[in-house]
């Protein structure tokens, strides 16, 4: 089958590889589409998220929407030709953090998309029955395949903690943030303002309901009584992001950090502001179960995917799709790749 490889920094190729072998406990699903994550592009500019270093030939893609391809399928509940998500990692289920509901955090975890284990940006995919996830025949695959992303999202508003009127800015305006601008809209919030350097990136804010879009975090002070938001929600690819966030924040007020910095650390950060304002700072891994919220939030309207969905390419066009994302070009946010033709 074809697949994109990434084989280290800024090396990436469409090759032909095998198509997997479902074990007993596994079934083979043929991928109906693919998004593009920031994470990816990490692997692929820098060969690495944090310290996850690509070592083997690497197929990204945890944004998964697939048909079950798999004669057995009847035996899992399933239907063959079904459109279903995948999520993308598999948990051991009876770890303690599985147990109390956080499966996120389980100790033996197997994140597919991330090395060493084989994403899904090829013609095919196998996946374990926990990771298939049912969805509304009305869906689409690019809006399937997007609903990981919608769930990072639920999941940091979780965090968040978001009370009815409270102000709100959301630092980054990539897809992570426009779909946190959109659920703290739909979660009753007050003054809403995003930040990005990028103009296409703010006008897309705008439209998708926020007050104001700003290029930077220091504008935001003036936009709120210059005391700051009751919340900031980091969604960018920035190390200094962290500190902006302390500096961006109203006193006593909360901070989720969503976004994977590049490199391994953050910048610095102002002890003095961070100690003064007594803050409340949560950190997200992924996501837990939320793909029944993320599919009630995608058809109740909260969320509106497909305006994020800016390009929708097959998989001959993966490597430049790539490119164009990384680049922030032509107006793009998320790319769909359908590795089995737009019309699967
Ligand atoms: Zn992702
Ligand atoms: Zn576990």
Not at 139 to 162: C, F, N, Q, Y
Not at 295 to 301: F, K, L, T
Request: proline share 6%.
């Amino acid at each position: 089958m074809r697949a994109v490889v990434i084989h280290g920094e800024k090396d990436i190729r469409l090759e032909d590889v095998p198509v997997p072998e479902p074990a007993d406990d596994e079934l083979l699903l043929k991928v109906a589409g693919v998004c593009v994550c920031g994470s990816d592009l990490h692997y692929y500019m820098e060969g690495a998220v944090n310290t996850k270093k690509i070592l083997e030939p690497q197929i990204p893609g945890h944004e998964i929407a697939a048909w079950v391809w798999d004669d057995r399928a009847e035996q899992f509940g399933l239907k063959k030709g079904q459109l279903v998500a995948v999520e993308p990692t598999a948990v051991c289920g009876h770890c303690e953090h599985c147990v109390n509901g956080r499966p996120n955090l389980c100790v033996t975890q197997r994140f597919h998309g991330g090395p060493p284990h084989q994403g899904a940006l090829a013609e095919y995919f196998k996946a374990t029955p926990e990771m298939i996830i049912p969805v509304p025949e009305d869906l689409s695959p690019g809006v399937v395949a997007a609903l990981e992303a919608v769930g990072i999202g639920i999941h940091a508003m979780r965090k968040a903690d978001l009370q009815v009127g409270q102000s709100v800015a959301v630092l980054g305006a990539g897809p992570i943030g426009l779909i946190l601008a959109q659920l703290a809209r739909a979660q009753g919030c007050g003054r809403l303002i995003v930040v990005d350097p990028i103009g296409y990136r703010r006008d897309a804010a705008r439209k998708l309901g926020a007050d104001e879009a700003v290029e930077s975090f220091d504008k935001v002070a003036g936009l709120t009584g210059g005391h700051g938001p009751d919340l900031v929600l980091e969604a960018t690819n920035s190390p200094d992001a962290f500190d902006q966030a302390v500096l961006t924040v109203k006193a006593a007020g909360r901070i989720v950090l969503v976004g994977i910095p590049a490199g391994v650390t953050y910048s610095p950060i102002d002890a003095i502001t961070l100690r003064a304002k007594e803050l409340t700072i949560l950190t997200c891994n992924k996501m837990g179960h939320v793909y029944h919220e993320a599919i009630e939030a995608v058809r109740r309207g909260m969320v509106d995917v497909d305006a994020i969905l800016t390009h929708h390419v097959e998989l001959a066009e993966a490597i430049a799709a790539y490119n164009r994302q990384a680049a922030y070009e032509d107006g793009c946010l998320k790319t769909v790749v359908y590795p089995n033709g737009k019309d699967g």
